[in-house]
């Protein structure tokens, strides 16, 4: 988004990630070669995504709003509309890496936490990618490319390279999350990271991301996704279902929006 772009079929890469990951371990597979093979897919995926906005100036909006579909598409294909399930007498070691429960962690609380090793991918990855984005030529760039393109161009940019990059990083990182919700539940379905593009989305806005491009940080976005979470955590605490949490997910973008537009013309 703040090169300018969105990528609304995260969530069917995920979806995709998770068959990926799932079918390799059934054939028995080696976890960690699974998990690169799962990456890999999602990354040609984010491929496709990248050269079609790149090459066909086709909006972004309508190119992944296509993608979303045809990925969900074949996460179906993959799983033949049915969940696969992974069920070992053992489950591999790696497991534990990828989202174990974090028991010394938890047991410090009272009642216990549920913590599991996902948290400290998240933590991982917002400080790399913090670095990233703004201690390096590539993600000066990033921002150059959603604030100005025709003035990044100008300077010596390769826009297009830069967008393409930035799918096949998006699509690696759904990928991801796909492979750590299956290494909890060990199991994929075909409904996998259904509405996930809303949440992402949402999150970003909240986290001072803007919608043009131009302008957003890493850490901002993760703590859209914590406040988002904690909404949606507190409204299934209160029993509401979750289609509110989506409904309200749907008000806050429009907000935020309208408060940054506001604010930006005051400024």
Known sequence: MI????????????AVASYVFALALVANVPTVVAMILALLVCALLGLINGLIVAYSRIPSFIVTLGTLFAYRGLARILGQGVAVKYTPTEL????TYLNGSLTPFNNLFEPAGNFRASILWFIALVIVMTIVLER???????FATGGNPLAARSLGVNVKKIKIMNYVLSGCLA??????IFSQRNSATPLAGV????ICVAASVIGGVRLTGGYGT???????VLMLSMLEQGLALMGIPNEIFRAVAGFIIILTVVVN???????
């Open 261 to 267: 537009t506001y604010l930006r013309k005051e400024g």
């Open 218 to 224: 890493i850490i901002g976005a993760s703590i859209g």
């Open 136 to 142: 390096t030529r590539y993600g000066n760039w990033t």
């Open 92 to 95: 591999p070691p790696f497991f």
């Open 3 to 14: 090169s300018g772009e969105f990528d609304l079929s995260v969530g069917s890469t995920l």
């Open 195 to 198: 509405g996930l593009e809303l």
């Open 175 to 180: 990928g991801l999350a796909g492979i750590l």
